[in-house]
T-cell receptor
Framework: DAKTTQPNSMESNEEEPVHLPCNHSTISGTDYIHWYRQLPSQGPEYVIHGLTSNVNNRMASLAIAEDRKSSTLILHRATLRDAAVYYCILRDGPQSGGYQKVTFGTGTKLQVIP | KAGVTQTPRYLIKTRGQQVTLSCSPISGHRSVSWYQQTPGQGLQFLFEYFSETQRNKGNFPGRFSGRQFSNSRSEMNVSTLELGDSALYLC?????????????FGPGTRLTVT
């Protein structure tokens, strides 16, 4: 199974950029990289996803290494509402028998300091 | 548009009993996935249903089963409950397209097994 590794926790000052890293050295060629975040007492929320190229949306940017063995979620200006656990997720491509596994990383707990 | 709803929100069961959890996806979504979240194991994928068929499956014992109805609503059943089944069970829905899709999570059902 493709696994991901993330730091357990990170801190950021409010209004500053945050770079959340994720290592996925065993990623396969058809794996998509997804990021979700989970606020306290809520279900996870989609943030962004990508395959090979860097991606931007209204919430964040995703920078993917050229060898795809790592990626970085970038929050351009952290706010207090961004304090959450951020999960880096790989979704396998189709395998024999249609069996797919979704592997969640350990998650990074982001603390935003006012 | 209404979000993903899960019922019940909280449940207490005794070891050996069985339990059924329900998930109503966002209108128009055809894919429903189930996850188990525990402090020790984090977020683990259980299975995914698409158009009433189980499309993906995680590494859980056969005591965990599910089904999806023609209106895309899904149920998850756990038989012969064990103490270790105590967890937050999350349901997520999506349109069901290729791997690069966004999932919308419900608030979860908190199951406590005593």
């Amino acid at each position: 199974d493709a696994k991901t590794t993330q730091p357990n926790s990170m801190e950021s000052n409010e209004e500053e950029p945050v770079h959340l890293p994720c290592n996925h050295s065993t990623i396969s060629g058809t794996d998509y990289i997804h990021w979700y975040r989970q606020l306290p007492s809520q279900g996870p929320e989609y943030v962004i996803h990508g395959l090979t190229s860097n991606v931007n949306n209204r919430m964040a940017s995703l920078a993917i290494a050229e060898d795809r063995k790592s990626s970085t979620l970038i929050l351009h200006r952290a706010t207090l509402r961004d304090a959450a656990v951020y999960y880096c997720i790989l979704r396998d491509g189709p395998q024999s028998g249609g069996y797919q596994k979704v592997t969640f990383g350990t998650g990074t707990k982001l603390q935003v300091i006012p | 548009k209404a979000g993903v709803t899960q019922t019940p929100r909280y449940l207490i069961k005794t070891r050996g009993q069985q339990v059924t959890l329900s998930c109503s996806p966002i209108s128009g979504h055809r894919s429903v996935s189930w996850y188990q979240q525990t402090p020790g194991q984090g977020l683990q994928f259980l299975f995914e249903y698409f158009s009433e068929t189980q499309r993906n499956k995680g590494n859980f014992p056969g005591r965990f089963s599910g089904r999806q109805f023609s209106n895309s609503r899904s149920e998850m059943n756990v038989s012969t409950l064990e103490l270790g089944d105590s967890a937050l069970y999350l349901c997520a829905s999506s349109s069901g397209g290729p791997s690069s899709y966004e999932q919308y999570f419900g608030p979860g059902t908190r199951l406590t097994v005593t």
